[in-house]
């Protein structure tokens, strides 16, 4: 067999794939608008706020489901680890925003990290009760020991300091969607550039085929240990962006509506597209505040029809439908 | 009422009859065909309401709307598998979870729109109420009718598969698919019946969960965690498996709100992980 | 089986043993494989092709017996292991990576192999070598002009030699062959089996088949299993003219 010479052999494939990991015009775009809330919305910059945690919370999860396919259904305990630690540490005299934020981080990152030795040595509906069970175990006990955690109350005396002794934050939330999108931002090129690395193709590996990557001698347990803690250290950030932005921790931030809804909005915007999450979060937010005087009944029925049109119709959530539209014009075009 | 182990015993084991009922169609069906139906949970309300609607509208007895119920869900279930899960039996996990919660979803609005968001009343015979004494101990006569009916039904059950043409096919279906398909077993026509009897049993679960732990819209959703637990711990496709982790869970959840109430749910998960861990298909699963 | 042959070879098994209750599937399984082989594993249905080849691999864990993969003794070894060490397999019915492309699944078993897989901060397009090396694997086995199409999208016969080419991404030094031609048209199976002859001479091979046209004309060596058991082994002339293997053969056909 001859084979063309190694000094050219691999160029044209590795343009093929370098493309891949160009920025589009598209996701520029998509940066940028992110700005507009400050000119055209000024009035809606704590939602603004609210949606870039949420949208960072369904990235941390869409790198667990959509490039490594681990369906876990108690990822909130994560997010609600980092928002106890730095409310914790806030309302305990530590209140500096940025360091209270890398120990959530940290600890979130940590807690994933143990939970993971347990999780990933499972698959299947074990798995999802595994995770569904540790976390509603740490939210039962964060809820027993209500004179840490503040219990159904929530926690109290969350003083949160200046953003470099600067930039307080206050009710009209500029300060607040700066810092929580420039966080989103900085940890969204991490997360983008997991996914353009080897590591990020045998994470795809393993969520295509687990069976053929340990055929290939992968160490697919330690894949999935690192993207766990990955996944879990974000998450933590999310968490406690929440809690700095807001002054307050609830037990809602462990609770199984929390994983829930991020699910939601991760399928809403497409599993396993990097964007998805992000769009998931901007629609679903934004509705749910517009009809945020529904009758909660209402919205489920909304929502339950919404994933059952997802899976029907539009099985890769709204940016797989948006690039099948565009894969179909551009057979068009000549 | 409950002053001692006994009590607790009897109480946790009817809890777990009801969840065996609840339990045993999704157990056998996921094992069958792999299909992750979460809608299972409003299959039992369907039946739950449908009682209701029989005892408070048209004034029927009790004993009367509990194989209405039965029926409404098994029907139900035909017309929805045909529709729309036949579609779906190949599709990912995270699909067939999504569609079916979607369905959940949609049923617990639908409930609330017809039957409002209160918890429904019922007037249960009077000879199924008050309790009986056996030594120093009270036990709730509701129960005790919880219990036969559930022990009847799992015997009429284990009887089914063990005994009749019909139940082996079930078991070859739910041992090997296509080794099945290929002794010329109609998996197909199989599984829908499954299907419709084990959702018709979630039904006459749902009918007579009313006077044990109540019914409003949320039945679906709130029930839908216990039901995944007692089938992941039971292991997929077996009747003793649901039966053995449903009264286990039963009596672990009244053990725990008896004598740990301050630890909330905490215990249950605990157990159902440590189970899991050891035996990620569950106690009697194959697969 | 010579003493001498097992000695030199690159693999042997010996006494492997294996039953699923009263079941067994594999009784006193033994044979080598010299380096640079190439021989065949014929045998009916449920004669016990795959399972041999799940014990060899790690899958299944025999009851009894030893593995040895250059002098190693990797009896013990997981099949990750194992194909660390060399041992690699491909699949009866293909088991692909749907929604990537040749490309992609050959770079990521390349980068797998090399232990670079791991690494998150640099991108993909900086590891020349791996994908010079993927693009190599790829022209061995004709999919040089599809390596971009999303596997899912490819036509089987390509499918299947992607499963090769996966395969031979971890270097191996014993290559077990599941009905490589399995589902792949008359025409185009000569020339897949052209392209395995083609690879290495380093690399031992062992392929089970049922095409017998495909077994006469590619294998040195012919093994012959029935029942969990190896019949007879030796050079086509011999098994073609062995009278046992024709009963089993027309016995079977007897039934179908």
């Given at each position: 067999?001859?084979?063309?010479?190694?000094?050219?052999?691999?160029?044209?494939?590795?343009?093929?794939?370098?493309?891949?990991?160009?920025?589009?015009?598209?996701?520029?775009?998509?940066?940028?608008?992110?700005?507009?809330?400050?000119?055209?919305?000024?009035?809606?910059?704590?939602?603004?706020?609210?949606?870039?945690?949420?949208?960072?919370?369904?990235?941390?999860?869409?790198?667990?489901?959509?490039?490594?396919?681990?369906?876990?259904?108690?990822?909130?305990?994560?997010?609600?680890?980092?928002?106890?630690?730095?409310?914790?540490?806030?309302?305990?005299?530590?209140?500096?925003?940025?360091?209270?934020?890398?120990?959530?981080?940290?600890?979130?990152?940590?807690?994933?990290?143990?939970?993971?030795?347990?999780?990933?040595?499972?698959?299947?509906?074990?798995?999802?009760?595994?995770?569904?069970?540790?976390?509603?175990?740490?939210?039962?006990?964060?809820?027993?020991?209500?004179?840490?955690?503040?219990?159904?109350?929530?926690?109290?005396?969350?003083?949160?300091?200046?953003?470099?002794?600067?930039?307080?934050?206050?009710?009209?939330?500029?300060?607040?969607?700066?810092?929580?999108?420039?966080?989103?931002?900085?940890?969204?090129?991490?997360?983008?550039?997991?996914?353009?690395?080897?590591?990020?193709?045998?994470?795809?590996?393993?969520?295509?085929n687990?069976v053929r990557?340990a055929a290939?001698?992968?160490?697919?347990?330690?894949?999935?240990?690192?993207?766990?803690?990955?996944?879990?250290?974000?998450?933590?950030?999310?968490?406690?962006?929440?809690?700095?932005?807001?002054?307050?921790?609830?037990?809602?931030?462990?609770?199984?509506?929390?994983?829930?809804?991020?699910?939601?909005?991760?399928?809403?915007?497409?599993?396993?597209?990097?964007?998805?999450?992000?769009?998931?979060?901007?629609?679903?937010?934004?509705?749910?505040?517009?009809?945020?005087?529904?009758?909660?009944?209402?919205?489920?029925?909304?929502?339950?029809?919404?994933?059952?049109?997802?899976?029907?119709?539009?099985?890769?959530?709204?940016?797989?439908?948006?690039?099948?539209?565009?894969?179909?014009?551009?057979?068009?075009?000549? | 009422?409950?002053?001692?182990?006994?009590?607790?015993?009897?109480?946790?084991?009817?809890?777990?009859?009801?969840?065996?009922?609840?339990?045993?169609?999704?157990?056998v069906t996921l094992g069958m065909m792999n299909f992750?139906?979460?809608?299972?949970?409003?299959?039992?309300?369907?039946?739950?309401?449908?009682?209701?609607?029989?005892?408070?509208?048209?004034?029927?007895?009790?004993?009367?709307?509990?194989?209405?119920?039965?029926?409404?869900?098994?029907?139900?279930?035909?017309?929805?598998?045909?529709?729309?899960?036949r579609?779906?039996y190949k599709?990912?996990?995270?699909?067939?979870?999504?569609?079916?919660?979607?369905?959940?979803?949609?049923?617990?609005?639908?409930?609330?729109?017809?039957?409002?968001?209160?918890?429904?009343?019922?007037?249960?015979?009077?000879?199924?109420?008050?309790?009986?004494?056996?030594?120093?101990?009270?036990?709730?006569?509701?129960?005790?009718?919880?219990?036969?009916?559930?022990?009847?039904?799992?015997?009429?059950?284990?009887g089914l598969l063990e005994f009749t043409r019909f139940g082996a096919k079930v078991r070859a279906a739910v041992d090997n698919q296509r080794m099945a398909r290929g002794l010329g077993i109609d998996v197909d026509r199989v599984f829908a019946l499954t299907f419709?009897?084990?959702?018709?049993?979630?039904?006459?679960?749902?009918?007579?969960?009313?006077?044990?732990?109540?019914?409003?819209?949320?039945?679906?959703?709130?029930?839908?965690?216990?039901?995944?637990?007692?089938?992941?711990?039971?292991?997929l496709g077996s009747?003793?498996?649901?039966?053995?982790?449903?009264?286990?869970?039963?009596?672990?959840?009244?053990?725990?709100?008896?004598?740990?109430?301050?630890?909330?749910?905490?215990?249950?998960?605990?157990?159902?992980?440590?189970?899991?861990?050891?035996?990620?298909l569950?106690?009697?699963g194959k697969r | 089986m010579e003493e001498a042959g097992a000695l030199n070879a690159a693999f042997s098994a010996r006494g492997l043993n294996k039953k699923f209750g009263s079941l067994v599937v594999a009784h006193e399984i033994a044979f080598a494989l010299p380096q640079g082989a190439r021989h065949a594993l014929i045998g009916p249905n449920g004669a016990g092709k795959t399972t041999l080849i799940n014990l060899v691999t790690g899958v299944l864990t025999p009851d009894s017996g030893q593995v040895v993969l250059?002098?190693?003794?990797i009896t013990?070894f997981?099949p990750?292991?194992r194909v660390?060490?060399g041992l690699v397999r491909t699949f009866q019915i293909n088991s692909l990576?749907a929604?990537?492309?040749?490309?992609?699944?050959?770079?990521?078993?390349?980068?797998?192999?090399?232990?670079?897989?791991?690494?998150?901060?640099?991108?993909?397009?900086?590891?020349?070598?791996?994908?010079?090396?993927?693009?190599?694997?790829?022209?061995?086995l004709q999919l040089?002009?599809?390596?971009?199409?999303?596997t899912s999208?490819l036509p089987y016969g390509e499918q299947r030699l992607l499963e090769i080419a996966l395969a031979l991404?971890?270097?191996p030094s014993m290559l077990l062959l599941d009905e490589p031609a399995a589902g792949v048209p008359k025409d185009e199976s000569a020339q897949l089996f052209k392209a395995i002859e083609g690879l290495s001479n380093?690399l031992s091979i062992l392929f089970i088949e049922h095409d017998m046209d495909l077994v006469f004309r590619f294998a040195s060596k012919i093994i012959v299993m029935a029942g969990g058991r190896i019949l007879v082994e030796g050079a086509p002339a011999e098994i073609a003219r062995n009278a046992l293997v024709r009963e089993v053969y027309l016995g079977k056909a007897r039934h179908d």
């Amino acid at each position: 067999m001859t084979s063309l010479t190694s000094a050219g052999a691999g160029d044209d494939l590795k343009i093929w794939l370098t493309k891949r990991t160009r920025w589009r015009g598209a996701e520029i775009v998509f940066w940028l608008a992110c700005l507009l809330p400050y000119a055209l919305t000024p009035d809606y910059l704590q939602l603004a706020s609210q949606i870039a945690i949420s949208a960072l919370f369904a990235l941390s999860l869409d790198l667990l489901l959509g490039y490594a396919g681990v369906l876990s259904l108690g990822h909130a305990a994560f997010f609600g680890l980092g928002a106890y630690t730095a409310g914790l540490l806030a309302a305990h005299g530590w209140g500096e925003p940025l360091t209270g934020l890398a120990a959530a981080g940290l600890v979130a990152g940590v807690c994933g990290f143990l939970a993971s030795l347990i999780v990933v040595r499972f698959r299947g509906l074990a798995l999802i009760m595994i995770t569904l069970g540790l976390a509603q175990m740490l939210a039962s006990a964060a809820n027993s020991v209500s004179w840490l955690t503040g219990g159904a109350d929530g926690l109290q005396g969350v003083d949160v300091k200046p953003l470099f002794g600067v930039f307080s934050f206050d009710l009209w939330g500029r300060t607040a969607y700066a810092y929580s999108l420039a966080v989103l931002f900085l940890v969204f090129l991490l997360v983008r550039r997991i996914t353009n690395s080897p590591f990020g193709l045998s994470l795809r590996g393993i969520r295509e085929n687990g069976v053929r990557m340990a055929a290939l001698g992968a160490p697919n347990q330690a894949h999935l240990r690192k993207t766990f803690t990955i996944a879990a250290g974000i998450a933590g950030l999310a968490g406690a962006l929440l809690t700095q932005t807001t002054e307050t921790v609830s037990l809602q931030t462990l609770g199984f509506q929390k994983s829930a809804d991020v699910l939601v909005m991760l399928v809403l915007g497409g599993v396993g597209r990097l964007y998805g999450g992000l769009v998931g979060a901007i629609i679903y937010m934004i509705a749910r505040d517009q009809f945020s005087d529904m009758n909660p009944e209402y919205w489920f029925f909304w929502i339950g029809l919404m994933l059952i049109g997802v899976v029907v119709f539009l099985p890769g959530g709204i940016l797989g439908g948006l690039s099948l539209l565009t894969r179909s014009w551009k057979r068009r075009a000549p | 009422m409950l002053g001692s182990i006994a009590g607790v015993l009897y109480d946790g084991f009817a809890y777990g009859m009801l969840l065996f009922l609840l339990s045993v169609g999704l157990s056998v069906t996921l094992g069958m065909m792999n299909f992750v139906n979460l809608a299972h949970g409003a299959f039992a309300m369907l039946g739950g309401y449908v009682a209701v609607t029989l005892m408070n509208r048209l004034d029927w007895p009790f004993l009367a709307t509990l194989p209405v119920a039965f029926l409404a869900a098994a029907a139900a279930s035909i017309v929805l598998e045909r529709v729309l899960y036949r579609r779906f039996y190949k599709a990912s996990d995270l699909d067939q979870c999504l569609l079916t919660i979607g369905i959940v979803f949609v049923s617990i609005a639908s409930a609330a729109y017809v039957f409002g968001t209160e918890q429904a009343v019922v007037r249960t015979p009077a000879w199924l109420q008050g309790s009986f004494v056996v030594g120093e101990q009270t036990f709730g006569v509701y129960r005790l009718f919880l219990i036969v009916v559930a022990l009847a039904l799992a015997a009429g059950l284990v009887g089914l598969l063990e005994f009749t043409r019909f139940g082996a096919k079930v078991r070859a279906a739910v041992d090997n698919q296509r080794m099945a398909r290929g002794l010329g077993i109609d998996v197909d026509r199989v599984f829908a019946l499954t299907f419709a009897l084990g959702c018709g049993l979630a039904g006459l679960g749902g009918a007579l969960a009313i006077e044990l732990v109540g019914l409003n819209h949320t039945f679906a959703f709130s029930y839908l965690i216990y039901v995944l637990i007692v089938v992941s711990v039971g292991g997929l496709g077996s009747i003793g498996g649901s039966f053995a982790a449903a009264a286990l869970l039963g009596v672990s959840t009244v053990a725990g709100e008896y004598w740990a109430p301050q630890t909330g749910s905490f215990l249950i998960y605990f157990v159902m992980v440590a189970i899991l861990m050891w035996r990620p298909l569950g106690l009697f699963g194959k697969r | 089986m010579e003493e001498a042959g097992a000695l030199n070879a690159a693999f042997s098994a010996r006494g492997l043993n294996k039953k699923f209750g009263s079941l067994v599937v594999a009784h006193e399984i033994a044979f080598a494989l010299p380096q640079g082989a190439r021989h065949a594993l014929i045998g009916p249905n449920g004669a016990g092709k795959t399972t041999l080849i799940n014990l060899v691999t790690g899958v299944l864990t025999p009851d009894s017996g030893q593995v040895v993969l250059g002098g190693e003794d990797i009896t013990h070894f997981a099949p990750a292991q194992r194909v660390r060490k060399g041992l690699v397999r491909t699949f009866q019915i293909n088991s692909l990576f749907a929604r990537l492309t040749p490309l992609e699944a050959v770079t990521l078993a390349v980068c797998e192999r090399r232990g670079v897989a791991a690494s998150w901060w640099r991108r993909l397009p900086d590891f020349s070598e791996a994908i010079a090396e993927a693009g190599e694997i790829l022209s061995s086995l004709q999919l040089r002009s599809c390596a971009t199409r999303v596997t899912s999208e490819l036509p089987y016969g390509e499918q299947r030699l992607l499963e090769i080419a996966l395969a031979l991404a971890t270097k191996p030094s014993m290559l077990l062959l599941d009905e490589p031609a399995a589902g792949v048209p008359k025409d185009e199976s000569a020339q897949l089996f052209k392209a395995i002859e083609g690879l290495s001479n380093d690399l031992s091979i062992l392929f089970i088949e049922h095409d017998m046209d495909l077994v006469f004309r590619f294998a040195s060596k012919i093994i012959v299993m029935a029942g969990g058991r190896i019949l007879v082994e030796g050079a086509p002339a011999e098994i073609a003219r062995n009278a046992l293997v024709r009963e089993v053969y027309l016995g079977k056909a007897r039934h179908d």
